[in-house]
């Protein structure tokens, strides 16, 4: 893709985004809608370094619960306005996230995932059983200031106006992942993925891009939980327990991981098939589980591969089916 | 308060072991992290739990291993073997699928209250241990992690089908050259994990409560203890779990409000200073 057809798509799909939230009038609907699209934006985070990096985290419920109670602490103890907040909560993740991932990017394979399982668990506990600043396992209430960058509550805690924000975010942020990943640094971290050891050889330091992408997701993921403490005004320890983080990594494996928007398009499936599912939604685990070893056994690639697959076959039918690789 | 305390350690490593062994067994052969370990360890809670009810406590301990490896082989056969191309991370998360099947299926057989088993009769007592007195079920439960551990060990290092499995988890193309069917020797192992996991359950069973959130209790704790003892490797899971063990029993005491996040700061801690575990050659 290139950059004017990249700046059609996003206007598209913010064109879209309003188009959605002028039509859809029923507020049931439409919140259903801003938390799927929040729980994109955290499966976009966890696919971002799977795709970039090969590395599965378990934990990364840490930074979506972990940037809500950074929020919610520091504005109960009124230090700064709730805008200073959120930026310096967010980049605070970041950092944290860069300074975990040195550590953690050097354990190799499948032991990474149980270890940011590891970390992320001793979060949870933490906070659930800290009595004081967190309100242990009841959670806490997230006090907004009555304008927020200018805005009022009373507008921009409507249903509509939450949706076409976090639609416009998770926009953004993929557009803005997409121009990134297109530079030197996408350019390392997939050589450092494919072989670390040759890019090693001509004199890459691959430990660096690694934590850094680590950083970057957990700064995605992030975001997601700054809009989810925007959106329901409250944090609780379940925010932080890996039964989410494998919930997300679930999304991205059923949205597909090899294109940026696939762990997207997989949160939006998994919303609106819980939503359908209604009457049976007692059996939910199990039907999700079954649905995704079906989906990793019998379509590896995704919804965002399947589409992927659909529209190159419309493009180029004569060509027959083009080698991926 | 210490001497109990470490006791109480011993017994819970001794758990451990029981559980990491069966992990570590099935990563060895298939290079699968189960995921779905801690769930076939509450399945077999609580089919102990029914056979228990229905017969009494001897019964499941023998019934609900031989239930659980048939289970084990099936997932082998129809599951692990057909994925085994596969990266490992598919297959990982294909264990997770299974975990999150298996939670609901418990919950919907046995509900989401938490349920008892009564230790057996002979072991109800209790017995004198440096001056405190401590239950007879606990030192069972020693006993049992004790033999398991040796048992495992002189099979793998003594037999002639442990040295397959040894040669198998070293290089299953080369061993299978040789002749040795690796397909067969990887059902079986998975089969002996799984009713490994179910052994544990029902020895859990009388002391921990059962209840849906135990599995997820246990999981942790045993990816810690496989993590910090080497991916795959029996030796280095049994000192894990024991030092896990110890690590909980002495933090209770001295550091009670941390006592929960030990395991895991040992985990970070260990894993810098030696980032492919106690054992580990093996990724």
Known sequence: MNLSRLSLTIFIALAIGGALSLLISSSTVLSLFTQAIIYALFASGVGVLLRQNGMVSFGHALYF??????????????????????????????????????????????????????????????????????????????????????????????????????????????????????????????????NEERARFIGISTLVPRAAIYALSALVTGMAGVLSALNTGFVSPESLHWSL?????????????????????????????KDVLGELATHW??????????????FPTGVAGGIQRLMRTRTAPSAGQPRTH | MLTINLFNGLVYGALLIVMCSGLALIYGLRRVVNFAHGSLYMLGAYIGYSVAGFANFWAA???????????????????FRLLQDRDPLSVVLVTFGLLLVIEDFVQSVWGKSNLSVPAPAVLSTSIDLFGVPVPAYRIGVIVVGATVALGLTLWLRYSRVGLFVRAASTDPTTTAMQGINTDALSAGVVGLGT?????????????????????????????????????GSLGGAFAAAMLLGMVQAIGAVYLPDAAVLMPFALMVAILIWKPSGFAGSRT
């Open chain 1, 65 to 194: 619960g972990g940037t809500g109670y950074g929020i919610g602490i520091l504005l109960q103890m009124q230090v700064l306005s709730a805008e200073w907040t959120i930026l310096v909560v967010l980049l605070g993740a970041c950092l944290v996230a860069f300074l975990i991932g040195l550590v953690v990017v050097r354990v190799p394979g499948i032991a990474f995932g149980m270890l940011t399982l590891a970390i992320g668990q001793m979060a949870f506990l933490s906070v659930s059983r800290a009595r004081g600043a967190t309100g242990g396992a009841d959670g806490m209430n997230i006090e907004w200031p009555s304008t927020l960058f200018g805005v009022s509550q009373s507008v921009l805690f409507k249903p509509a106006a939450m949706f076409l924000l976090s639609w416009c975010v998770l926009i953004v942020v993929l557009a803005l992942l997409s121009l990134l990943l297109r530079t030197r640094f996408g350019a390392v971290t997939e050589a450092v993925r494919d």
């Open chain 2, 195 to 231: 009713a490994l996991a179910g052994l544990a359950g029902v020895v859990a069973a009388p002391f921990l409560s059962l209840s849906p959130s135990m599995s997820a209790d246990v999981i942790i704790d045993s990816f810690v203890v496989v993590v910090i003892g080497g991916l």
């Open chain 1, 245 to 273: 983080s494998g919930m997300a990594l679930m999304m991205v494996v059923v949205g597909g991981s090899k294109a940026l928007w696939g762990p997207a398009a997989g949160a939006v499936v998994y919303f609106l098939f």
């Open chain 2, 61 to 79: 301990l023998v019934v609900v291993p031989l239930v659980m490896a048939l289970f084990g082989v099936l997932l082998d056969r129809y599951g």
């Open chain 1, 285 to 298: 685990m199990s039907i999700f589980g079954i649905v995704l070893i079906a989906v990793i056994v019998f």
